[in-house]
């Protein structure tokens, strides 16, 4: 072949490849010149690692690590090196970290790179009582050797956010910290000009053992090759927490979300709290707590100001016996409600169908019956409007006289001053109804617990229409042995949460969250719940929390254990970037004969009690509970000083 029709060939290969080629691969510089992002490495798409968990301290967020599980916060080299094997001869490390504070002759790392089946570390950077230690690994050296390269007087267990700059050169080391005076370190080993990453891995805030694993938390780890990125960094005015490159998690959220989605990924705040006099509040201070003791109120400091977050104006002193309610039979749910320019309400879910269930009137201070509504084992009222319309709802568990499972909604008559049936609606064992409104339209939601010996039934929600003036079905949803609806809305968003109690042969199965998104409820998160009874949401400022109660742990096929009732409810959390409740706390539960009771402020005496209702009158607040095991409720004063 000649010599011009050598050279044609090679320009067809160059430009049809990109390049010459080596084997079977093209030759490109090791590495792009570009932030090679560490930490979004090991950050899963849609989620985070087993591991990682994401806090906010002064409004920057960072990756805390557990110590559990290492290995989980690995991944190959080969990810981020993809067109050789090689580490970089010259390059920059910066990281963004809050050290907590590390004990004496302790070592903690940042990150690590360390070969397949060798304990060395290739590349690694680690944190120590003011001291920073660099370490690489150097095959130029006779068998291999470890260099540390150490920067004395290095002092980041202060609790801030800092920005540190490590640039490599070969024998020369610098470490800038907050932009401050750069610390330069020459020493006798360069840095090797080819150090082979070939089946090697990086590890984060570890060295593949628990032993050393970083306290602290991780906002940046970045690797740009070729440069000093001190230039880089040092520009803005917030030099301690510039970002060159963070995972979308760490990032800061939009103002308005770009779809119609709870923003996805959990994070947790650091939470102090100052006792004493008051302390001063300024930006450093912003987001912390301060609790006086003396007027027994919390603070919240908002970067200039204490801002009052609950202040003890009132003390519940005592609670006493008020009046005995002596009802038709058992007592198995209460509601209480007022309507309009009439009075106050209570109607019991009386257990037998002969003599039913009964409403009162709050009256001259006390409850006297006041009407008397035929029902078949009542477990549950529900009060709701609908433009000026009046209704109540009961949940009937049992068949009528004709063997049929209805429930029935009354409808409040002005000119009778009663409750009239107004629709009968076919339910199965009906534990719970909820009522509640979405964009503008009126729904009605019952819980059916079984038919016959079938668990596994659908629940039903109804819509309302205005047409013919009644409940249509719009959706069912599966559940098992269902017991609660629980209805709630944050910010645009509408929840429904069921809980599910038995599924025919175990109490440990799962309740679902749902939420509304057009035009009907979709599954948004499962819990694993044990017995669920009941759910109730409450809110702390701007915090919004879901409380399960737990019956009981019950499974056909294990063996019984000695006490069924000893179990914990829990405490969820929604975290408003994690597009799911997480769990805030466990509380111990006990169930006895069939009825909850929580953790007790004051003690009452009660007899099976099974619901409570909280109401106030001019007169003062009171509480009324129905038992479940005797015709005979209480509505007891709270004394307050």
């Not at 570390?121 to 260099?147: C, I």
């Not at 016959?452 to 039934?457: E, F, L, Q, V």
């Not at 009452?604 to 619901?611: F, I, K, N, Q, S």
Request: proline fraction near 5%; include cysteine.
């Amino acid at each position: 072949m000649s010599a011009p029709l050598l050279l044609w060939v090679i320009l067809l290969q160059w430009a049809a490849g990109g390049g010459f080629v080596r084997g079977s691969r093209t030759w490109q510089h090791c590495t792009d010149l570009r932030p090679l992002d560490i930490l979004s490495e090991v950050v899963p798409a849609g989620g985070l690692a087993h591991g990682m968990r994401v806090f906010q301290v002064q409004g920057v967020r960072g990756f805390q690590l557990a110590a559990s599980r290492p290995r989980a916060l690995c991944f190959p080299a080969s990810r981020l090196f993809i067109h050789c094997d090689r580490f970089p001869e010259e390059f920059s490390i910066i990281v963004t970290l809050r050290v907590l504070s590390v004990p004496a002759k302790r070592n903690e790392y940042i990150f690590t790179l360390m070969a397949e089946e060798s304990p060395s570390v290739l590349v690694g950077l680690r944190y120590a009582p003011d001291k920073l230690h660099f370490l690489f690994w150097s095959q130029e050296r006779a068998g291999g050797w470890q260099t540390r390269v150490t920067f004395p007087n290095v002092s980041l267990s202060d609790s801030q956010w800092h920005t540190l700059v490590l640039a490599v050169s070969g024998q020369s080391f610098s470490l800038t910290v907050d932009c401050s005076v750069p610390k330069d370190v020459l020493v006798e080993t360069p840095f090797p000009a080819s150090l082979s990453v070939k089946r090697a891995n990086f590890y984060l805030g570890n060295r593949r053992r628990r032993k050393g694993v970083f306290t602290g938390l991780l906002r940046q780890l970045v690797l740009l090759p070729g440069a000093d990125a001190t230039p880089r960094i040092c520009t803005p005015m917030n030099f301690k927490v510039v970002t060159l490159s963070v995972p979308s998690v760490l990032q800061d959220l939009p103002a308005n979300p770009a779809s119609n989605e709870v923003l996805k990924y959990p994070y947790e705040t650091d939470t102090k709290v100052t006792l004493g006099s008051r302390p001063p509040c300024t930006m450093q201070e912003k987001a912390q707590f301060w609790f006086n003791a003396s007027r027994k109120g919390l603070y919240l400091c908002n970067g200039s100001t204490w801002i009052s977050m609950l202040e003890v104006k009132q003390r519940l002193d005592y609670v006493e016996e008020y009046q005995d309610l002596v009802t038709n039979s058992e007592t198995m749910g209460v509601e209480v409600f007022t309507i309009p320019k009439v009075g106050l309400f209570a109607a019991t879910a009386n257990r037998y169908t002969p003599p039913g269930s009964a409403i009162y009137k709050w009256t001259d201070g006390k409850f006297v019956p006041y009407q008397n509504i035929p029902t078949y084992q009542a477990q549950s009222w529900k009060y709701f409007t609908i433009g000026k319309k009046i209704f109540l709802a009961v949940a009937n568990f049992e068949q009528n006289d004709r063997g049929q499972e209805l429930s029935v909604i009354y409808k409040w008559s002005r000119r009778k001053e009663k409750f009239v049936p107004y629709q009968r609606i076919t339910t199965h064992s009906a534990r719970d109804w909820e009522a509640f409104v979405i964009e503008g339209e009126a729904f009605l939601a019952v819980v059916n617990h079984r038919e016959g010996n079938n668990h596994n039934i659908d629940s039903v929600i109804y819509r309302w229409n205005p047409r013919t003036g009644l409940f249509e079905t719009n959706q069912t949803i599966p559940t098992s042995g269902a017991y609660d609806w629980e209805f709630f809305t944050i910010g645009p968003y509408s929840f429904l949460a069921v809980a599910n109690t038995f599924n025919g042969t175990s109490t440990k199965i799962y309740s679902h969250i749902y939420i509304w998104l057009s035009g009907s409820f979709q599954l948004f998160q499962s819990i694993l719940t044990f017995g669920a009874a009941d759910w109730e949401v409450f809110r702390i400022g701007d915090r919004v929390f879901l409380a399960v109660a737990n019956s009981h742990s019950y499974d056909s096929g294990m063996p019984a254990p000695s006490n069924f009732y000893a179990i914990n409810s829990s405490i969820y959390e929604l975290n408003v970037t994690a597009q799911m409740f997480v769990k805030f706390q466990d509380l111990l539960t006990y169930r006895w004969q069939g009825y909850e009771g929580f953790v007790a402020a004051h003690h009452l005496p009660t007899v099976g009690c099974r619901d409570w209702e909280a109401f106030h009158t001019t007169e003062g607040s009171y509480l009324l509970y129905t038992s479940a095991k005797e015709p005979l409720s209480k509505v007891l004063k709270l004394k307050t000083t």
